[in-house]
């Protein structure tokens, strides 16, 4: 069982980029996943997640409006697509499972998730 997060970089403030969270040894449709990450200095903070059940999404108050996360059931990923990157955007993104709601991971509670995949970093520079 494998989570691997992709496409992170390097983008200018107002850019975009869209992370890839590709699951391996299990299908991702039956889990609850969520995207975190990880600024230098600072403490890990839940951004996103999309739940199994019903398909309802959260995001923090910090990227509402500029990030949409997504599942494509037939690639087995979930996507996290960031747009109007700002510079505080910048970190270490990872995604994650849960068998629980998404409320683990607004809550940044990291012993509700289970399986996670390494990171990816976002750096959002002129």
């Known amino acids: 069982v494998q989570l691997q997060a992709s496409g992170g970089g390097l983008a200018q403030p107002g850019g975009s980029l869209r992370l890839s969270c590709a699951g391996s040894?299990?299908?991702?449709?039956?889990?609850?996943i969520g995207w975190f990450r990880q600024a230098p200095g600072n403490e890990r903070e839940g951004v996103s997640c999309?739940?199994?059940?019903?398909?309802?999404?959260y995001y923090a108050d910090s990227v509402k409006g500029r990030f949409t996360i997504s599942r494509d059931g037939a690639k087995n990923t979930v996507y996290l697509q960031m747009n109007s990157l700002k510079p505080e955007d910048t970190a270490v993104y990872y995604c994650?499972?849960?068998?629980?709601?998404?409320?683990?991971?607004?809550?940044?509670?990291?012993?509700?998730?289970?399986?996670w995949g390494k990171g990816t970093q976002v750096t959002v520079s002129s």
């Open positions: 999309i739940s199994s059940t019903d398909g309802s999404t």
């Open positions: 994650a499972t849960t068998p629980y709601p998404c409320t683990v991971v607004a809550e940044t509670r990291l012993d509700g998730m289970d399986y």
């Open positions: 040894g299990f299908t991702l449709d039956y889990y609850t």
